[in-house]
């Protein structure tokens, strides 16, 4: 059996001033328009994976909620480890960061590849030019590297725990400095790099990249979400980070698999800053998700906001995410089934209800930000049509039309704008 390793790097501010710099070439493409936060960004699909994303998920359960992370997850574990997580308070969540992704996974794939073990490249590089040739202008950063576990939940125990052994080490020990990276509040941004290789040493390689700058992405409430089937027997967990800075609670809960949508229930952490979750029965082939929710000002909000995730790992699936020019228009249920049509024509969007039971309260419009471009009252006693002209600032990309119902339901659909 191969032996498990771990190690941190905690540098703050040392990036190095006079590193070599990479030239590069950028290319625009037009499905630039079609990727929002939580898909893969044009010219790099495949990031991140499932192992990073379900990371992601984990690191950020860990920081809003540590207490009951350790309860949960730590404790029947890990005798004696009662008392870690004690001095680290919960902190805000990790948005995801295409430069920070790549600089992990290249860190990983390296490990992997060249059979090294080490915060420096194999080459030599230091991880202050590495980090700062994938994210020029990057200030605190700090990375955690593990190896020789197969599964992310099982990883970042391995970081929080600092190894196998038990009890851990107390916090702020100075022995517990993957805890402490992950409990830093002064970074705001993670990459996780995941990779594999069973001709080298450790087979599984790990890295986690940290980083204090300002996240682009730190208006959206639905910070990370995946699914894991660790948890529960036969069954398929979906989770999903929510934050929301103001405190106000979301008022729809919801993952969408394969057109259904499931009520999600907060499992860790406060209602406006916590850890949702459903377990379903695990199906035997690839399925189709998303998250969806409504915010506290009543706004939708989507993860990911363009394209689907899929079930790695369920019934033998090897794919993790489908971009939106890979997948039809969709709703949480299918519409027409809920007696519920709508056409485009040109730059008006006729809605028809079967009859006026069936008519929505009021139907809206968002972009892929979840940011609401038009809201639309029925008149449930007599219509059972309505036409929405689309506003001048709707450009060509994705939108969201959502219509609710009554007892708190809704329907969702994907309208896709070309010039």
Not at 230 to 239: D, G, H, M, R
Not at 250 to 272: E, F, Q
Not at 283 to 305: I, K, L, W
Request: proline fraction near 5%; charge should be neutral; hydrophobic fraction near 35%.
């Amino acid at each position: 059996m191969k032996k498990q390793y771990y190690h941190e790097l905690n540098l703050l501010n040392l990036f190095e001033k006079k590193m070599k710099r990479t030239p590069y070439f950028c290319l625009i493409f037009p499905i630039l328009l079609f990727a929002g936060y939580g898909d893969f960004s044009p010219g790099y699909s495949g990031y991140p994976n499932y192992q990073e994303r379900i990371t992601h998920v984990w690191t950020n359960l860990c920081r809003t909620s540590p207490a009951a992370f350790r309860d949960t997850l730590i404790v029947p574990v890990c005798t004696g480890s009662q008392s870690i997580l004690t001095a680290y308070p919960a902190v805000d969540p990790l948005y995801w960061n295409l430069n920070l992704n790549r600089a992990s996974r290249f860190h990983s794939v390296d490990m992997a590849i060249n059979n090294c073990w080490g915060h420096n490249s194999c080459d030599g590089t230091t991880p202050a030019t590495r980090l700062g040739t994938f994210y020029p202008g990057i200030s605190w950063w700090g990375e955690n590297i593990a190896a020789g576990n197969s599964a992310s939940l099982a990883t970042l125990r391995q970081w929080i725990i600092e190894g196998t052994t038990c009890p851990p080490p107390a916090d702020g020990s100075g022995s517990d400095g993957h805890r402490a990276n992950i409990m830093n509040s002064n970074y705001h941004e993670l990459g996780v790099g995941y990779a594999y290789n069973s001709a080298a040493m450790y087979d599984h390689y790990w890295t986690q990249d940290f980083a204090g700058n300002a996240s682009a992405y730190a208006d959206r409430c639905l910070v990370s979400g995946s699914h894991d089937f660790s948890l529960a027997t036969n069954k398929a967990s979906f989770l999903l980070n929510y934050f929301d800075g103001t405190g106000k609670a979301p008022s729809v809960k919801s993952v969408v698999v394969g057109g259904v949508s499931n009520a999600m229930t907060l499992w860790m952490g406060a209602p406006s800053r916590g850890t949702y979750r459903v377990d379903l029965a695990k199906g035997s082939a690839c399925r189709n998700y998303y998250f969806a929710f409504v915010d506290g000002n009543s706004t939708a909000c989507r993860y990911p906001e363009a394209g689907v995730l899929v079930t790695f790992g369920e019934g033998g699936c090897t794919n993790d995410y489908l971009p939106p020019e890979s997948t039809s228009v969709e709703g949480v249920l299918p519409l027409a089934d809920e007696g519920i049509s709508q056409h485009l024509f040109g730059r008006n969007l006729l809605i028809r209800a079967s009859d006026p039971n069936v008519s929505p309260l009021f139907t809206e419009i968002t972009d892929i930000r979840g940011r609401r471009l038009v809201r639309k009252k029925w008149n449930r006693d007599r219509s059972t049509e309505i036409t929405i002209s689309l506003p001048k600032e709707m450009a060509a990309g994705i939108y969201f039309v959502r219509h609710f119902l009554n007892q708190g339901k809704f329907r969702t659909a994907r309208i896709i704008l070309v010039d």
